[in-house]
């Protein structure tokens, strides 16, 4: 089956400081990825739709400016979280769609990154 | 998207079905019906999807009642591999976008 990864698996990193998070579709190619967040006991929220080639699409409330996202080929996004804050501590997931199925078709998660600001 | 309205918990002995309930009653024509689970500390994994007929595969069984308006995934002979958090979402079809609600933590025990 369809396989997305995601590196790190986990990163702890300084107040203040950028950390970046990788997400690979390794057998299919993915037009559009898109990254969640999730908090403890609770449930996944949309961040944004990585789209290649062009500007991501953020969903209302989330800060673009804050959450830099690159979609620079058909397999590869990436997150990068600047200025972190302890309240970014959180666990980051994405999925993609293989772009050569039905829109319809199940999209695929990655493993997720947990990510801890010191 | 539609909104869906899943119970908080659920248990279920180990070797029997697991009937999920979800209601969907704001189901528009062109919204599918999915289900995820995520098991704790990992990304979701998929199960199952469909528009109106009923689904089956290796995993799950998907019944959608005639008016769509509420669907049940059924895990046929539960396992304690299964205990996760299952997750019901209407997606329309020309959108990518997966909107997850609140889902049903599923218990299974021995």
């Known amino acids: 089956g369809a396989v997305v990864s995601q590196h790190p698996s986990w990163v702890i990193c300084k107040s203040g400081t950028s950390v970046k998070i990788e997400c690979r579709s390794l057998?299919?190619?993915?037009?559009?990825m898109f990254w969640y967040r999730q908090f403890p006991k609770q449930s996944l929220m949309l961040m944004a739709t990585s789209n290649e080639g062009s500007k991501a699409t953020y969903e209302q409330g989330v800060e673009k400016d804050k959450f830099l996202i690159n979609h620079a080929s058909l397999t590869l996004s990436t997150l990068t979280v600047t200025s972190a804050h302890p309240e970014d501590s959180s666990f980051y997931i994405c999925?993609?769609?293989?772009?050569?199925?039905?829109?319809?078709?199940?999209?695929?998660f990655g493993p997720g990154t947990r990510l801890t600001v010191t | 998207d539609a909104k869906t309205t899943q119970p908080p918990s659920m248990d279920c002995a180990e070797g029997r079905a697991a009937n999920l309930p979800c209601n969907h009653s704001?189901?528009?024509?062109?919204?599918?019906v999915y289900w995820y689970r995520q098991i704790h500390s990992q990304g979701p994994q998929y199960i199952i999807h469909?528009?109106?007929n009923n689904e089956t595969n290796e995993m799950a069984s998907l019944i959608i009642t005639e008016d769509r308006k509420s669907s049940t995934l059924i895990l046929p002979h539960a396992t304690l591999r299964d205990t996760a958090v299952y997750y019901c979402i209407v997606r329309k079809g020309d959108t990518d976008k997966l909107i997850f609600g609140t889902g049903t933590r599923l218990q299974v025990f021995p």
């Open positions: 704001t189901i528009s024509g062109n919204e599918y």
């Open positions: 999925s993609a769609r293989d772009s050569g199925r039905a829109v319809s078709g199940e999209q695929y």
């Open positions: 469909g528009l109106k």
């Open positions: 057998d299919f190619q993915a037009t559009t």
